[in-house]
């Protein structure tokens, strides 16, 4: 045999070495693609009905969201109904109310110092009528007097 040959004989050697872990890599590749397309037919199968209780599901909470927002809007109008009220009721009552308060407060006030000077003939003097004092029939020491202006300002 001569060069020529050999090197022809180490070349077909290494072809067919190369050919053989080829066709051994090609058989592992298509088992691998076909548990891939096993496992895709799998989460297909079992991803089909999950997608259909998602679209359920939210559908429901669409339903919900729907009836919350009527009763939102509802006691938004209760809300505003109860304002006017109230609104109406303190400009009907209030003002009135007020002045009734106010003319009975004076009526009592002036029916009380009224009894209070016709009771011992007491004399007011114009510093005490100035504020607001009534001195009935007995003077009131020096020492309580002075105690009760500081109690009236403290």
């Given at each position: 045999?001569?060069g020529?040959e ?8 290494f072809w067919?070495?190369?050919?053989s872990?080829l ?7 298509a ?5 891939a397309t096993r496992?895709?037919a799998?989460?297909t199968?079992?991803?089909v009905?999950?997608?259909g209780e998602?679209?359920e599901?939210?559908?429901s909470?669409?339903t919900?969201?729907?009836?919350v927002d009527?009763i939102?809007a509802?006691?938004q109008?209760?809300?505003?109904n109860a304002?006017?009220?109230?609104s ?7 003002g009135p109310l007020?002045?009734?308060a106010?003319?009975g407060y004076g ?5 009380g110092l ?7 003939g007491?004399?007011?003097s ?6 607001g004092?009534v001195i009935?029939?007995?003077?009131i020491?020096?020492g309580r ?5 500081t109690?009236?300002?403290g």
């Amino acid at each position: 045999m001569s060069g020529g040959e050999v090197a022809g004989l180490i070349v077909a050697v290494f072809w067919a070495i190369l050919v053989s872990f080829l066709a051994v890599v090609l058989a592992r590749l298509a088992q691998t693609l076909k548990q891939a397309t096993r496992l895709v037919a799998d989460v297909t199968e079992q991803a089909v009905p999950l997608l259909g209780e998602a679209t359920e599901a939210v559908r429901s909470a669409h339903t919900q969201l729907d009836r919350v927002d009527n009763i939102t809007a509802d006691v938004q109008e209760v809300t505003a109904n109860a304002s006017a009220l109230s609104s109406t009721v303190a400009s009907t009552f209030g003002g009135p109310l007020v002045k009734v308060a106010a003319f009975g407060y004076g009526v009592r006030r002036a029916v009380g110092l009224r009894g209070r000077e016709d009771d011992g003939g007491g004399r007011r003097s114009r510093a005490d009528a100035a504020r607001g004092k009534v001195i009935v029939g007995t003077a009131i020491p020096a020492g309580r007097r002075g105690s009760r202006r500081t109690r009236g300002k403290g």
